[in-house]
């Protein structure tokens, strides 16, 4: 089955500086990359994902890029802020079914 | 979560005893599932569903069932708690098996 690691495990930022988490899959067949944001004591909220057709997504401050070749996919965000503080979540599927997750990065900005 | 909660929120219980979780959800989702959340590994996904009555295994079924016999609402069942069964547990849904909405977990305890 798809394994997927996700690195740092822990991420501390300065206020206004970028992030960035990277993930690397390996099941050649997923085409389909969502990433999760948890606040604490709350369950995973999709923030943003990628399909296996477009190199890069943006949304606002927050970005996914996707290598299928090197089989690996980026979460960048600007200009971070206090409220961007919680655990982010990669995960990668083949059409949407049996999705696998990352460990998860915990993201600290500090003021 | 709109239209997702779970059931209890949070629950203790004896190692050997049968707990039973409940998700529901008001959305009319197709597709609902259930993951357990434990540090180290992130999410992983223990049953699922595609439509009434239609479950399938995903990674982590030993020890769990799973049942359901209305849109609405997808149960959880260990049939006899085991220690390794502490976690916390997520229900999701979707319409088209993407972009998961989670609920709000449930944290299960068993001593």
């Known amino acids: 089955g798809e394994n997927v690691e996700q690195h740092p495990s822990t991420l501390s930022v300065q206020e206004g500086d970028s992030a960035v988490i990277k993930c690397t899959y390996s099941d050649s067949a997923s085409n389909y990359f969502p990433w999760y944001k948890q606040e604490l004591g709350k369950g995973p909220q999709l923030i943003i994902d990628i399909r296996s057709n477009v190199g890069e997504k943006k949304d606002q401050r927050i970005a996914v890029t996707l290598n299928k070749t090197a089989k690996h996919f980026s979460l960048h965000i600007t200009e971070t802020q206090p409220e961007d503080s919680a655990v982010y979540f990669c995960a990668a599927s083949i059409e949407g079914n049996d999705m696998r997750f990352g460990a998860g990065t915990r993201l600290t900005v500090k003021p | 979560d709109a239209g997702i909660t779970q059931s209890p929120r949070h629950k203790v219980t004896e190692t050997g005893t049968p707990v039973t979780l409940r998700c529901h959800q008001t959305?009319?989702?197709?597709?609902m599932y259930w993951y357990r959340q434990d540090p180290g590994h992130g999410l992983r996904l223990i049953h699922y569903s595609y439509g009434v009555k239609d479950t399938d295994k995903g990674e982590v079924s030993d020890g769990y069932s799973v049942s359901r016999s209305k849109t609405e609402d997808f149960l959880l069942t260990l049939e006899s708690a085991t220690s390794s069964q502490t976690s916390v547990y997520f229900c999701?849904?979707?319409?088209?098996?993407?972009?998961?909405?989670f609920g709000s977990g449930t944290r299960l305890t068993v001593v």
């Open positions: 959305e009319n989702h197709r597709y």
């Open positions: 999701a849904i979707s319409e088209s098996s993407y972009g998961y909405t």
